[in-house]
């Protein structure tokens, strides 16, 4: 049965009293709570006893390439600046092995039915080198040619012309990822990444030529020098580029952690208010082009596949966002790549020499992971449903996990009951609904589910969560 999407009701104030920082919510347990424990032992059980289930999940393999040409200020991706394009060469080396020494772990006849290419700049890498790489993971794992196959990869237009575009699309990708921020050119300046509306819809228009299925943009607010009237002039240009999907992303400015934003001065950023507006544009804005809020800062035309998902009540979350492949264990390959296997989540080495050193040394490059326990994946199916539906049946979760709904969150119920107060979310004896009051508060609501959280002196540094 479809379940109806209640469209956000945007409220500055009520948004202004919630704007603390929080987690995402693409995992849960969140990734600074993972373990050094979790070594490459653990990792192999779980993937041994993935084989060994009943139906064993199909594969999302997602792939990171750290390179960038140059920095964008704002960035806070694992990515590493050079214009030496034989780092390429030195990668792809140890990217091999990696791929050598896990795929076999995996039983063949477990299909991939997503893969994701992200950075970093994933166009970094030629043609030539980019066709060497697809072939050997098409070697080693068993790819999907089915019709609902998702191969996508983040595209730098800056960087790539209709011909590179093309060529992705004979290896068989079929989605398109393209960071634009703001067309505006002051705003460009100053946070360092200068691209043309011209060069941005070069590659979206050789996307739509070239069979694949589906094209996204990503935009930021909260950039140095941003004004409503500015922010609107690029989200007319989105509008006219026509893409499938539009993720609009709150600018995190953590300078103390990402080195590059020590190049934007805080005083040049919106204040509050400023910042408010400016998601309430977009908000307004891609409403009336007739795109869908998702969740979370997503947006997509009605007949997209994840608006389908989010009806049919089968949309999920993982590392890549919002997504109709959540069924799928997940392959991390890459420097920093996480990956979540079962009942698991395994990091990679975040730096290049942690990840050749493991690599060169013949074992599998990873950092540190996490063995979810009962509770751990209690909370994590609650907060999905949250965050991708907006609703929660009492009787029906209860009975999945063997428990007593009100009796097992009672604690959790009475943070809720300010929510309430507030009009974000409503409770009776059958159902906790998200109402559209706090549809763009989703992380707030999700918090309070958060066993993680309880020890404040312990909680991470999180992004704002507008």
């Known amino acids: 049965m479809a379940i109806p999407i209640t469209p ?22 969140t990734a600074p709570h993972f373990k050094a424990e979790f070594d490459e032992a653990a990792l192999r059980a779980v993937i041994r ?36 394009v034989t780092q390429a060469d030195r990668y792809l080396e140890r990217l091999y092995r990696e791929i050598e020494l896990i795929a076999p772990l995996f039983d063949r006849d477990r299909p991939v039915r997503q893969l994701h290419f992200g950075g970093g ?10 066709g060497e790489l697809l072939e050997s993971l098409a070697r080693h794992f068993s790819f999907s040619h089915a019709a609902d196959r998702e191969y996508g990869i983040e595209i730098d237009p800056r960087f790539a012309d209709a011909a590179y575009i093309r060529a992705m699309g004979e290896l068989g990708f079929n989605r398109l990822s393209v960071g634009i921020q703001d067309f505006d050119p002051v705003v460009q ?3 360092n990444r200068i691209q043309s509306f011209e060069q941005t819809r070069e590659v979206i228009e050789a996307a ?24 609107s002039r690029t989200l007319d240009q989105v509008v006219a580029l026509n893409p499938d999907r539009v993720a609009v992303y709150g600018y995190a400015h953590l300078p103390e952690m990402f080195k590059a934003q020590r190049q934007i001065e805080a005083a040049d950023l919106p204040d509050a208010a400023t910042r408010l507006a400016l998601f309430g544009r977009a908000l307004e804005h891609l409403s009336a082009a007739g795109y869908v809020y998702i969740g ?26 919002y997504s109709t492949h959540g069924d799928c264990d997940i392959v991390g390959l890459g420097v920093s790549a996480i990956g979540r296997i079962g009942d698991s989540y395994s990091q990679n080495a975040r730096d290049l020499i942690g990840y050749y050193a493991a690599l060169d040394a013949g074992r599998l490059p990873l950092m540190r992971g996490l063995q979810l326990d009962e509770d751990d994946l209690i909370r994590r199916e609650l907060i999905n449903e949250l965050m991708c539906h907006g609703s929660v049946e009492k009787q029906a979760f209860g009975a999945r996990h063997r428990l007593l709904f009100d009796e097992y969150f009672a604690r959790e119920r009475q943070r809720l009951l300010p929510l309430i107060e507030d009009g974000l979310v409503t409770e009776n004896p059958r159902e906790i609904r998200v109402t559209s009051r706090g549809r763009l508060l989703l992380r707030i609501i999700a918090m309070c589910f958060d066993a993680y959280l309880d020890d404040a002196a312990q909680a991470p540094r999180y992004s704002r969560v507008i």
Request: with cysteine.
């Open 121 to 130: 700049t994933p166009n970094f890498l030629d043609t030539t080198h980019m």
């Open 189 to 191: 300046k100053a946070v």
């Open 208 to 231: 739509r030529t070239s069979g694949f299925r589906s094209a996204s943009v990503d935009l930021i607010y909260g950039l140095p020098f941003q004004s409503v009237d500015g922010f």
């Open 49 to 84: 006893a993935s084989n060994e289930e009943p139906i064993p999940r199909p594969l999302s393999v997602y792939v990171h390439v750290p390179f960038c040409m140059s920095p964008c200020f704002y960035c806070g991706c694992n990515r590493v600046i050079t214009r030496d």
């Open 296 to 321: 979370m800062d997503h947006f997509a035309k009605a007949s997209d596949e994840l608006v389908l998902a989010q009806r049919a009540g089968t949309l999920q979350r993982n590392f890549q966002g």
């Open 8 to 29: 956000p009701e945007f409220d500055p104030a009520l948004i202004a009293r919630y704007d603390v920082a929080g987690p995402r919510y693409t995992s849960y347990p």
